[in-house]
């Protein structure tokens, strides 16, 4: 019953912007850490950018100052505003959430289910 569902993603033209969204639902005590990673094909999956409860914010270099993470807490949402675009960021985009839920006691790792970013030059 705990969910993370991502949305957004689709295609775009390299040099556009798009932006994500990931919701967490469910019985849900507390939304912690969250955090974007994303996998292209062949490759490993790589973590994008991180926000704690409070805001504190971490970047890969590979997206610095043209990505930005954010949350709501009011809605346990997180986003992702993609500015600037390139084809290298053409990836399945996952949302991952550290949640504390009425079910377990402790604070576990949760993963959506991931969206689709294909950037065309």
């Known amino acids: 019953q705990v969910q993370l569902v991502e949305s957004g993603g689709g295609l775009v033209q390299a040099g556009g912007s798009l932006r994500l969204s990931c919701a967490a639902s469910?019985?849900?005590?507390?939304?912690?850490?969250m955090a974007w990673y994303r996998q292209a094909p062949g490759k490993q999956r790589e973590l994008v950018a991180t926000?704690?409860?409070?805001?504190?914010?971490n970047y890969a270099d590979s997206v610095k100052g043209r990505f930005t993470i954010s949350r709501d807490n009011t809605k346990n949402t997180m986003y992702l505003q993609m500015n600037s675009v390139k084809p290298e960021d053409t990836a399945v985009y996952y949302c991952?959430?550290?949640?504390?839920?009425?079910?377990?006691?402790?604070?576990?790792?949760?993963w959506g289910q991931g969206t689709q970013v294909t950037v065309s030059s």
């Open positions: 469910g019985s849900i005590f507390s939304v912690n850490e």
């Open positions: 926000i704690t409860s409070g805001g504190s914010t």
């Open positions: 991952n959430a550290h949640l504390t839920t009425y079910a377990l006691y402790s604070n576990r790792e949760f």
